[in-house]
């Protein structure tokens, strides 16, 4: 048997096993990964998760089996995991942890309950459109992120168009005319790729009852899209925002390897970056990020690194069977 705790952060839920734990898997970690999550045969969760102690190591496997090379909720269950675990002595309070897309800060704070601080770095502005070119031109402060546009069809995901409007170029597959759609979008690789979508630039996406962008079916349709979308080699998260005001945005987020998702942290980042970038929020102070089953707070600093605030916390424990 396999000891598990289970941790959450704003609903991203995660199952967390040790190295010791993770070598006495039999058979292929993924496929043991894909089990583990499923919500019905499984304990559940949007990814498995494995803490290595040399170096401080986070191993994410999403729940359809695939390599995560960075999860912001992830991380933030992970500094909870190795205080209350005693992976990090009592009185650590900041500490590295080594991912596959580098070395992150945490810092956590037990006053008034967990919180943890996470240093996420500084976006990269020349995430890749295969067939488009850079959706921030790299060497450059030129922004074409909102040039691009990509067609949504009544097809399977996959088919569509992806244009650099700029150039007057198209790379069309499969587009039902009869039935089209775009959807405007902006890239950028903050520890993975994100591809943000603004609802208020693509008005035809709409929430679910009463706009609650968690049940809305075009939210799901076009994120499925999107991900396996050709213009996006290896695949992308697809993050949708709603800007509230100056210092709040509702969004969500359609997963690369996990679908939809309550939160995303990488993803709330990536939103708040951008949306900086464009002169949608304040760049002073903390963006408040509002998702499904909480809130995470994010901020900018002069340097251009991203910094994510919020919650984790563990669910429950047991012992997993692979029989």
């Known amino acids: 048997m396999i ?5 959450q952060g704003c609903g991203n839920d995660f199952v967390f096993i040790d190295e010791a734990s993770a070598a006495l898997v039999e058979g292929d970690i993924s496929d043991f ?63 590295d942890v080594h991912t596959l897309s580098g070395v992150v800060r945490a810092r956590v704070s037990l006053e008034g309950g967990f919180t943890a601080e996470i240093a996420m770095g500084n976006p990269d502005w020349s995430a890749r459109v295969a067939g488009v070119g850079d959706v921030y031109r790299k060497g450059s402060d030129e922004f074409l992120g909102r040039e691009i546009s990509v067609d949504i069809s009544g097809g399977s995901c996959g088919e569509g168009a992806a244009r650099d409007e700029s150039a007057g170029e198209a790379n069309t597959v499969g587009v039902d005319e009869t039935a089209r759609r ?52 290896k695949r992308t998260n697809v993050d949708f925002a709603r800007v509230t005001n100056r210092r709040t945005v509702e969004m969500i987020t359609w997963e690369r390897g996990a679908g939809l998702t309550a939160a995303c942290g990488t993803g709330a980042c990536a939103v708040t970056a951008l949306g900086i970038r464009e002169g949608r929020f304040d760049g002073e102070g903390e963006v408040r990020v509002l998702l499904p ?25 047991g012992e997993l069977y692979q029989g």
């Open 33 to 95: 990964a894909r089990r583990v999550c499923h919500r019905r045969l499984g304990v559940g969760a949007d990814g498995l998760i494995i803490c290595r102690t040399k170096p401080l190591t986070m191993d994410i496997i999403n729940s359809d089996g695939s390599i995560a090379p960075m999860c912001g909720n992830g991380v933030r269950c992970f500094a909870r995991y190795c205080v209350d675990e005693g992976v990090v002595s009592s009185d650590t309070r900041a500490f």
């Open 3 to 7: 000891r598990f705790i289970k941790y």
């Open 182 to 233: 775009e959807v405007r979008v902006s890239s950028l690789f903050l520890g993975t790729y994100h591809t943000v979508v603004w609802l208020d630039e693509n008005e035809w996406i709409r929430g679910g009852n009463e706009g609650i962008l968690y049940e809305s079916k075009d939210i799901d349709r076009v994120g499925r899209f999107l991900e396996s979308h050709p213009a996006f080699t």
């Open 293 to 317: 089953y909480g809130e995470l707070f994010i901020r900018q600093d002069e340097s251009g690194e991203v910094f994510m605030r919020g919650p984790a916390e563990p669910v429950f424990r």
